[in-house]
């Protein structure tokens, strides 16, 4: 019985973009050729969208078409990036909506 190889996400993703790591700074260290240099050897690079999103089931909603290669590191490292800056934004958002509790006009109709 033979198969027929099924390509798979990573392998179109490879085939689009080539076997180098396509993070472009998003991990925030500064890559001299604007690229990191990591390949698929000896670590392989696995796909993800670029940036990074929140969660993991945005991640995994990316089309294809918007997948880059990505080596561990970088991931990782974009990936706490986008989370400590989605949480600024959450705490400022916050902050916000708490200042309207305390101003003089929210007292005194309080």
Known sequence: MTTTARPTTLAAVLAAHGTQCGCEGACGKPHKSRRCKATDKPLPLH???????????????????????????????????ELEHRALLRRTELDQAQLALFTPAALAAG
């Open 47 to 81: 796909a993800g969208p670029y940036p990074p999103r929140v969660t993991d089931a945005q991640n995994a909603a990316v089309p294809t078409a918007d997948l880059r290669p990505w080596c561990g590191p970088c991931w990782r490292a974009a990936l706490l990036r």
